[in-house]
C-alpha cells in the first residue's frame, strides 16, 4: 500500500465516516450525491491552517440541504452551526448596491475597474468563501484549497482502481 | 470632488501582480504548464489565475466524476459490508 500523506489519511477517515450513515437502499444517484457529499465535507474538516474556505463549504452544504446537516456533525463528531459568517443573499445585494454608489461617486480611471475586479471574480467564484475574502486571504486560501482538492481526489481516485 | 482619492471597498480590493507571482511560484507544483517568468506582467498574472481556476474546475470535475464512478462500483456489489471492507483495506 502506497505511503500516504497524514492529510489524506485523516480524509479517508473522515470520508468513510460520512459513508457510514449512508442509506442502504438508494439510487445510483444518490449513493452518487451521498459519497460526494461525505467526500466534501470530510476534506474540510480536516485540520490545516485555512478556515475560511472550510467553513464556507460546511456552511454552504447545510444550506443548500438541510439535512445534511447530520453528515456534518457526525464527521465534525460535535454539532455545527451555521452561523451567519456568510453573508445571506439578501445582505450580499446590499453591498452590491452600496458599492455601487460608491464607485459612481468615484473619479473614473484611465484602466476600467471592471477590468481588474474582473480577473480575481472567477477564482472568488471557484472557492468556498471567496466572495468574501480580500485580494491576500483568497490567494492564500487558494493555496491550501488546491492542495486540500488534490488530496481528496488522490483518495477518491485511488479507491475507484480498486473495483 | 478633486483631489478626493476613490475608497476601494474592503470587501473587493485588486489583487496585485507581485501577489500573483508568490502564488505562481507555491503553485507551480500542482501547475507545471506555468512558466517561470522573470518579469512580472499582467498578462502572466492572468494567465496564472486563469490557469488555476481552471485547474479548481478540473479537480472540481474529478471529484463529481469519481463520486458517479464509485457510486456505480458499490451498486454492482452488496450495500454495506464490500463498502466498508474495501475502503477498510485501504487504511
Same mark, same amino acid.
Given at each position: 500500500? +502506497?505511503?500516504?500523506?497524514?492529510?489524506?489519511?485523516?480524509?479517508?477517515?473522515?470520508?468513510?465516516?460520512?459513508?457510514?450513515?449512508?442509506?442502504?437502499?438508494? &439510487?445510483? !444517484?444518490?449513493?452518487? /450525491?451521498?459519497?460526494?457529499?461525505?467526500?466534501?465535507?470530510?476534506? #474540510?474538516?480536516?485540520? *490545516?491552517?485555512? &478556515?475560511?474556505?472550510?467553513?464556507? !463549504? !460546511?456552511? /454552504?452544504?447545510?444550506?443548500?440541504?438541510?439535512? *445534511?446537516?447530520?453528515?456534518?456533525?457526525?464527521?465534525?463528531?460535535?454539532?455545527? +452551526? *451555521?452561523?451567519?459568517?456568510?453573508?445571506?443573499?439578501?445582505?450580499?445585494?446590499?453591498?452590491?448596491?452600496?458599492?455601487?454608489?460608491?464607485?459612481?461617486?468615484?473619479?473614473?480611471?484611465?484602466?476600467?475597474?471592471?477590468?481588474?475586479?474582473?480577473?480575481?471574480?472567477?477564482?472568488?467564484?471557484?472557492?468556498?468563501?471567496?466572495?468574501?475574502?480580500?485580494?491576500? !486571504?483568497?490567494?492564500?486560501?487558494?493555496?491550501?484549497?488546491?492542495?486540500?482538492?488534490? #488530496?481528496?481526489? /488522490?483518495?477518491?481516485?485511488?479507491?475507484?482502481?480498486?473495483? | 470632488?478633486?483631489?478626493?482619492?476613490?475608497?476601494?471597498?474592503?470587501?473587493? $480590493?485588486?489583487?496585485?501582480?507581485?501577489? @500573483?507571482?508568490?502564488?505562481?511560484?507555491?503553485?507551480?507544483?500542482?501547475? $507545471?504548464? @506555468?512558466?517561470?517568468?522573470?518579469?512580472?506582467?499582467?498578462?502572466?498574472?492572468?494567465?496564472?489565475?486563469?490557469?488555476?481556476?481552471?485547474? @479548481?474546475?478540473?479537480?472540481?470535475?474529478?471529484?463529481?466524476?469519481?463520486?458517479?464512478?464509485?457510486?456505480?462500483?458499490?451498486?454492482?456489489?452488496?450495500?454495506?459490508? $464490500?463498502?466498508?471492507? @474495501?475502503?477498510?483495506?485501504?487504511?
Amino acid at each position: 500500500m +502506497k505511503a500516504r500523506s497524514s492529510l489524506e489519511r485523516e480524509f479517508l477517515e473522515k470520508w468513510r465516516k460520512g459513508l457510514q450513515i449512508g442509506k442502504e437502499d438508494s &439510487t445510483i !444517484l444518490e449513493r452518487k /450525491d451521498a459519497i460526494k457529499l461525505s467526500a466534501d465535507v470530510a476534506i #474540510a474538516a480536516t485540520k *490545516n491552517a485555512a &478556515t475560511h474556505w472550510r467553513r464556507a !463549504l !460546511l456552511c /454552504d452544504v447545510v444550506s443548500e440541504n438541510p439535512t *445534511n446537516k447530520h453528515v456534518v456533525e457526525h464527521i465534525l463528531g460535535h454539532k455545527f +452551526k *451555521n452561523t451567519a459568517t456568510r453573508l445571506t443573499a439578501c445582505s450580499r445585494r446590499i453591498l452590491r448596491i452600496s458599492q455601487k454608489r460608491r464607485q459612481k461617486a468615484a473619479p473614473r480611471r484611465v484602466v476600467p475597474k471592471s477590468r481588474k475586479r474582473n480577473r480575481s471574480r472567477a477564482l472568488r467564484m471557484l472557492v468556498p468563501g471567496g466572495e468574501e475574502m480580500d485580494g491576500v !486571504l483568497l490567494l492564500q486560501e487558494t493555496l491550501d484549497y488546491i492542495v486540500s482538492l488534490r #488530496a481528496q481526489v /488522490d483518495v477518491m481516485r485511488c479507491l475507484a482502481s480498486i473495483g | 470632488m478633486s483631489g478626493r482619492r476613490s475608497r476601494q471597498s474592503s470587501n473587493t $480590493p485588486r489583487i496585485t501582480d507581485d501577489q @500573483i507571482i508568490d502564488l505562481v511560484s507555491k503553485l507551480h507544483q500542482f501547475l $507545471p504548464e @506555468i512558466r517561470n517568468t522573470r518579469r512580472s506582467n499582467k498578462a502572466s498574472a492572468n494567465k496564472v489565475l486563469q490557469e488555476t481556476c481552471n485547474y @479548481i474546475r478540473n479537480l472540481h470535475k474529478e471529484v463529481d466524476d469519481l463520486s458517479e464512478r464509485l457510486s456505480q462500483l458499490l451498486s454492482s456489489i452488496d450495500a454495506d459490508s $464490500p463498502e466498508a471492507a @474495501i475502503i477498510r483495506s485501504l487504511i
